[in-house]
Every structure is written in C-alpha cells, then in structure tokens.
C-alpha cells in the first residue's frame, strides 16, 4: 500500500517554542491532507484539512493561528504548533488522499509531542 | 451529515476464539467504510475498505467487514484471534460528498484485549 511518513516521531520542546511536523506522501500524490489531534484512550480528533495549493480549513475550536498548516505541494503537508505550552502535549497525526470520494486515507506514524 | 457509532468501546475474547467489533453508520449519501487498527504510539493502518462493491469485504490478517445497509452496519469479524490482534480498532466513515473534501469521520474506538 501507499506510504506516508511522518517527522519527527517524537519530539520534545520547550514552552514558548515552536515545533514543525512533516508529512509526505512517498509514492503517491496527496490532493488532501487531514491534521488530527488524539489524546490517550480517545479516537481521533480531525484539526484542519489541507488541499495542495490552498489555506486550510480547520474545525471549530481550533485556532489557526496557533496550528499553522502548509501544503505547499501535493506529496508534502507541514503542521506547525507556534508558541507550544504543556496542553499542546498529544499525539498528532497526518493522513493524505489521493483524488476521488473513495479512496481510503494512509496515515503517518504519529508525532508524540512533550512541551515541558 | 455523516456519523459513526462503535458500540464497545472495549472487547476481550481468548486467543483462538472469534472475534466481533460491531459498528454503525449514518450518512446522507452512498458511504465508504473503512476498519482501521492502531498499535500504541503507532500510526493507523487500514483493514479493510468497502466502496459499493462486494458487501462482504475481507482484509488482512484474516479479519472481514459486512456492509448491510438495511441495518446500517458494517462489524468486523475474525474467526480466530491471535494475541498479536490486540489493538485499538476505528471504524471510519466518508461519504463521498463532493462539498467535504472526503472528510473522514472516526468512530470512538474499540480496544480489542485478546487473553491466553
């Protein structure tokens, strides 16, 4: 199946800083990208979607500001936590879709983010 | 509008016997079903998929999915589990709905414990 990849996997960094998540679609192109947000025990929780070449659109509540999301080509989405604080701290995942209404989505492996 | 319900959110059976995760949908247009696994700290990994084709859907590692539309459900079945099935498991919905962006909507998850 298709990849996508996910960098860092783990990453800690200090409150205030900012913190940058890759992800690439490696063999294949990603017209859409999906951001979620999972905390311990709970599913998924989708942040914003990202078409290539476009702003993202983020769910309610979550602020754009502060998660900056880049697509800026079709196999590579960046998320951007500015200004990180402990409650930042969670599991992030990407996903991407290749075009049409019923392509399954791959999923990175996940970033552990720690603020301390 | 769509939506997923996973009625367990946890299910313990033994090795060697059958295991069955329920879930149920809601969507406004023809859906796609996926089952999706996760492993601590791991990314998600597809199980299978239905796109109105064949109802019944087999994936990997010898679990399969039944789409009945009349009971809007799609439960995923293994006949015999092994102890490396134990993991958190989705069920995801998209429906294909041009104005989403093939959002994908996650159900809550069910941990899948399977014992000696």
């Given amino acids: 199946g298709a990849v996508v990849s996910q960098h860092p ?28 947000r999972q905390f311990p ?3 998924l929780m989708l942040m914003a979607t990202s078409n290539e070449g476009s702003k993202a659109t ?4 979550v602020e754009k500001d502060k998660f900056l999301i880049n697509h800026a080509s079709l196999t590579l989405s960046t998320l951007t936590v500015t200004s990180a604080h402990p409650e930042d701290s969670s599991f992030y995942i990407c996903s991407a879709r290749a075009a049409g209404g019923n392509t399954e989505a791959f999923f ?9 | ?36 696994v996760q ?17 019944l859907v087999k994936g990997i590692n010898g679990f ?5 539309k009349s009971e809007t459900s799609f439960h995923l079945t293994k006949p015999s589990a092994h102890m490396s099935d134990a ?19 996650f159900g809550t998850g069910t941990r899948l414990q399977v014992t000696l």
């Fill in chain 1, 58 to 61: 983020y769910e309610q509540g």
């Fill in chain 1, 9 to 36: 996997s783990r990453v800690i960094c200090k409150s205030g800083t900012s913190v940058k998540i890759e992800c690439r679609s490696l063999d294949f192109q990603a017209t859409t990208m999906f951001w979620y």
């Fill in chain 1, 108 to 116: 990175g492996q996940g970033t552990r983010l720690t603020v301390v």
């Fill in chain 2, 39 to 55: 492993h601590p700290n791991k990314g998600l990994q597809l199980l299978l998929k239905y796109t109105s084709a064949a109802t």
């Fill in chain 2, 1 to 36: 509008a769509q939506s997923v319900t996973q009625l367990d959110s946890h299910v313990s059976v033994s090795e060697g016997t059958p295991v069955l995760l329920r879930c149920n949908y809601s969507s406004s247009y023809s859906p796609s079903l996926f089952w999706y």
């Fill in chain 2, 87 to 105: 993991a958190e498991y989705f069920c995801v919905v998209s429906d294909r709905n041009p104005g989403t962006a093939s959002k994908l909507t």
């Fill in chain 2, 64 to 68: 399969e999915a039944e789409f009945k």
């Fill in chain 1, 41 to 43: 025990k709970q599913s």
